[in-house]
């Protein structure tokens, strides 16, 4: 449809930032279209977003009230730390795909989900490798011993987040986000959305995302079969395969929803790979401490009970 208005005289079309009404004698701004704090879908994934941020923190709490238990200092007391503050952070990311899309907001939203995401599954995959080499290194001749120490999930976790940081910045450099009126999405609707810049840089961090996740799936893997105070491998395979499953799911939807509905549809993966990865590792911790003290205690650490 040809977007012109009539008179007497002539016929002119309309700027892009409006629409002609019904009778074609007048030009109307288009709607504005993001996704709002103030609108129901907003307030709905923002309280959400805030109150799970406060979950990983009262989990936090309680391994902090109970670090002297077997259960918590056999599963790297200090990554789990960590691991629960870049849960939190997790969650508190989402914020930054609501509002108005500014500059600032469009250069820091995705690089602050692909920096706090890296850290959080490079934790994972940290404790997975340590716990493998522990095992090992308790063979006889095993070259290992030397590498069974602390130290070396710093260096894991460290790298794991360090490349991402080098995908992130060379992305900022080149082809940073910015913001744009999108004004083929919806008929009559300028849509107000962040640009990525470069497509290919955004599906490059999530795609590393996804490779982290995979590699720390495959370690955990591996480590299924190790002695029952170790099977915490078992429950990260969950966690991570929940994580995949939920960010291949986003990419066919979000190649199906257009404007609010895409960013809406990228918070939902961001909070549900949250929670996956914090229910799953946690939660059957947080069962024990509070329900069965009994199991967590040295004698059930090295009999055959499983804690975790």
């Known amino acids: 449809m040809c977007n012109l208005f009539l008179d007497a005289n002539n016929c002119s079309k309309c700027p892009w930032n409006k629409w002609p009404s019904e009778e074609k004698d007048r030009c109307l701004l288009k709607t504005i279209e993001y996704l709002?704090?103030?609108?129901?879908?907003?307030?709905?994934?923002?309280?959400?977003?805030?109150?799970?941020?406060?979950?990983?923190?009262?989990?936090?709490?309680?391994?902090?009230?109970?670090?002297?238990?077997?259960?918590?200092?056999?599963?790297?007391y200090t990554i789990s730390c960590l691991l629960l503050i870049c849960l939190s952070l997790c969650f508190l990311c989402s914020l930054a795909f609501i509002g108005y899309p500014g500059k600032e907001k469009c250069l820091l939203r995705q690089v602050a989900f692909a920096m706090v995401f890296a850290l959080c599954v490079s934790c994972i995959l940290a404790k997975t490798v340590l716990v493998m080499i522990a095992f090992r290194a308790s063979k006889p001749n095993s070259d290992l011993r030397r590498w069974a120490n602390p130290q070396v999930s710093y260096v894991v976790i460290c790298m794991g987040t360090v490349i991402q940081l080098l995908i992130c910045t060379i992305w900022l450099i080149i082809s940073p986000p910015f913001p744009q009126f999108n004004v083929k999405a919806k008929t009559g609707v300028l849509v107000y959305e962040c640009n990525e810049g470069s497509s290919t840089a955004f599906w490059f961090t999530l795609g590393y995302l996804s490779l982290l996740a995979l590699i720390s799936c495959l370690v955990a893997f591996l480590a299924r079969e190790l002695p029952d105070r170790f099977n915490e491998a078992k429950y990260i395979t969950f966690?991570?395969?929940?994580?995949?499953?939920?960010?291949?799911?986003?990419?066919p939807a979000s190649l199906s929803t257009s404007g609010k509905y895409t960013v809406a549809m990228e918070i939902f993966a961001i909070m549900s790979s949250s929670w996956a990865i914090l229910c799953c590792l946690f939660l059957p911790k947080c069962y024990i401490i509070l329900f069965h003290p009994h199991i967590n205690s040295r004698k059930s650490l090295l009999g055959k009970q499983m804690i975790m």
């Open 239 to 251: 966690s991570m395969l929940a994580f995949l499953t939920v960010w291949v799911s986003f990419i």
């Open 36 to 76: 709002s704090y103030e609108e129901t879908l907003g307030i709905t994934l923002t309280s959400t977003s805030v109150t799970s941020s406060f979950v990983p923190i009262a989990i936090l709490g309680l391994l902090i009230c109970y670090k002297t238990t077997p259960i918590v200092r056999a599963n790297n």
